[in-house]
């Protein structure tokens, strides 16, 4: 038996390590899984190359907890290690990566995934364990087995042993700070976490299998039932097959296994392969996307050679794609270091850059081979692709060749038709082309028959961040506008050279406007005189479109001035001098009457906008009843 002291400089290195990474220990299974995974996969690539003699069978991991010994232990059937390894890699190599570690980190540890970084897998078990041992056959013939162990300090045992099996074999006594982890649910819950789609299959336990019964068997008769190995993960997920060998059900299957709490089928997938100038690969899905979707729940997950990461993608995911689902998994991608590390490293540039590019290509695809799908898809996709359009300029250079804007009459237009088709009509006498939208059809229904009935064409864009959109489309696109329909009345929306004449003179305006003026809230409402036409109604209320769109960026992050969300809400009343009922209120000689009229003409303007409330709508009510009977 050999006894030494493992060569580091710094003292106490081990409550160090469990000091700083106690926040995060549960990665010592994740770690020593990937080791045994290593040795397993090294054993198997020697075995093809034909320097192994004999079968190696079909070798696998298996966790094993003692409760009771406080034992977890992690058997492997990989390569093993000769004492002069064991001597190297865990005396010499990884605790040199241990001691890198706490002089760089000892202050400012976040992230316990730096252990993988350093080499230091294997020392993250004394972040759980008082006392590791190490059981170990190297698959070299003359080879003889050793036995390590170490309780947390710097000395270490070091000796031969009759070990038969080839592999390693980890026994971790648990300390009692750390018993949480003697729980098979917990194990389970980190296995299903960080290795459930490792390459080498993972036994932990057993479990008992119904076999079908036999044909003509009696219904009564009990079927049997055989005890089998409970392997906890999936060793050959859909991401690491060729997408020719997959079938649309096995992708809709693998979203299934990936977050098994959702209900909704997702819309379409983007397998991701590429090898050069990057290892890329993954499975990125399109989810429908629901007004209380949770951006933080069921996020696309973060893969290195099959072993989870995480799922915190920022910096490496366009943000715009942060509301996908799926997988990717290189190992190009450097972990735990900040946003704007990973946002300056070419590879991380290649890797956002390609997948945007991918997400590109397919929606492109999706377009051209079936338009009528991809339309009925576009109330659930548009939030992503017009994020995207926003935040990202290639995606919007491309994004002419899908992105739609539906009318309000459910008819899915490309920039390109919208423009060839509302030329004619709505170019202004400036030769801008200005393109109407509605937010609500139910609420702007009047305003947007107005204008229908002058054959115009109405857009419905309703989502969370069109203003920002709208203020993008103007500046990137030359003589075009968009206005919503109710920000004024329609004639002032798209200002053709023709005028109309007022039968009110000028006097009888000037005389009119202080008598509504008197009636009207000077604070909320700035009345406007207007000729209209005579079928128009006689008050309209529009909201300016550069102070609600300025407040509704403001309101969504961005784009608008300081303050404006505390500014107060600001409307034109426009008064139509050409209706009748106008005509009337100004002809009208009693006071009374006059400004009854004139509180019904308002409130009914008001009412169309959904802006008659409380008081104002009881006494509306009241005024109603009283002028019909």
């Not at 906890?232 to 992708?251: C, G, M, Q, R, V």
């Amino acid at each position: 038996m050999a006894t030494g002291n493992i060569k580091v400089t710094a003292e106490n290195i081990f409550p160090i390590i469990k000091k700083f990474l106690y926040s995060d220990h549960e990665i010592f299974l994740r770690e020593l899984i990937s080791n045994a995974t290593d040795a397993t996969l090294k054993l198997k690539h020697l075995s093809t190359l034909g320097e192994i003699k004999g079968d190696i069978g079909n070798p696998m991991i298996e966790v094993k907890v003692d409760k009771e010994k406080k034992e977890i232990r992690i058997i492997d059937q990989g390569i093993g290690m000769t004492g002069e390894e064991v001597e190297k890699y865990i005396n010499q190599v990884a605790f040199s990566g241990a001691e890198e570690f706490v002089e760089k980190y000892k202050d400012k540890v976040e992230d316990s995934g730096i252990i993988g970084h350093f080499g230091l897998g294997f020392y993250s078990s004394f972040m759980v364990a008082e006392k590791v041992e190490i059981y170990t056959k190297s698959y070299k013939e003359d080879a003889k087995a050793v036995r390590w162990e170490c309780d947390g300090s710097p000395e270490y045992t070091l000796e031969e042993i009759d070990k038969k099996e080839r592999g390693t074999e980890i026994v971790l006594h648990i300390d009692d700070d750390s018993t949480e982890f003697l729980e098979e649910s917990k194990i389970t819950e980190l296995l299903k976490k960080y290795n459930k789609f490792m390459p080498i299959p993972i036994k932990f336990g057993t479990r008992e299998e119904v076999l079908p019964k036999e044909d003509g068997a009696d219904e009564k008769e009990e079927p049997k039932k055989i005890t089998v190995d409970n392997i906890i993960n999936n060793p050959n997920p859909a991401w690491t097959k060729n997408p020719s060998d997959l079938k649309d059900e096995d992708y809709k299957a693998f979203y299934r296994e990936l977050y098994p709490m959702q209900f909704d089928e997702p819309l379409f997938h983007i397998h991701l392969n590429v090898d050069y100038p990057f290892n890329l690969t993954g499975i990125l899905y399109f989810p429908k996307i629901s007004k209380n979707i949770d951006p933080q729940k069921d996020r696309i997950q973060l893969y290195q050679n099959q072993v989870f990461v995480t799922d915190n993608v920022e910096g490496i995911v366009p943000d715009f794609l942060q509301m996908l689902r799926g997988v990717i998994d290189s190992p190009d991608i450097p972990l735990n270091v900040s946003r704007s590390y990973l946002q300056a490293d070419g590879a991380v540039k290649k890797i956002s850059s390609y997948i945007t590019r991918k997400v590109v290509d397919k929606l492109i695809s999706l377009f051209k081979n079936d338009r009528k799908a991809f339309e009925e898809k576009w109330d659930d996709i548009k939030i992503i692709i017009e994020y995207g359009m926003l935040s990202e300029d290639k995606f919007f250079e491309k994004s002419d060749k899908f992105a739609l804007y539906p009318t309000v009459d459910k008819e899915y237009l490309t920039f390109s038709e919208l423009e060839e088709k509302i030329k004619p009509a709505q170019t202004d006498k400036d030769g801008n082309l200005v393109i109407l939208y509605a937010s609500d059809v139910k609420s702007q229904h009047s305003y947007i028959e107005a204008a229908k009935e002058k054959g115009y064409e109405v857009l419905l864009l309703d989502s969370p961040i069109v203003s920002h959109l709208l203020q993008k489309l103007e500046t990137t696109k030359e003589k075009i506008q968009f206005a919503r329909v109710d920000a004024d009345h329609i004639d002032n929306l798209i200002k053709k050279d023709e005028e109309k004449i007022s039968k009110l003179s000028e006097e009888e305006k000037e005389k009119l406007k202080p008598i509504i003026e008197e009636v009207i809230p000077a604070e909320t409402y700035t009345v406007q005189l207007e000729a209209m036409d005579s079928n128009a109604n006689p008050f309209i209320i529009t909201q300016p479109e550069f102070m609600r769109r300025m407040k509704e960026m403001q309101a969504t992050g961005g784009g608008g001035f300081m303050g404006m969300n505390n500014f107060p809400e600001m409307y034109n009343l426009v008064v139509n001098t050409n209706n009748d009922l106008v005509v009337e209120i100004l002809n009208t000689k009693t006071k009374k009457k006059q400004n009854r009229l004139i509180k019904q003409a308002f409130d009914l303007a008001k009412l169309s906008q959904n802006l008659l409330h409380g008081e104002d709508l009881t006494n509306f009510i009241k005024r109603s009843f009283e002028m019909i009977k």
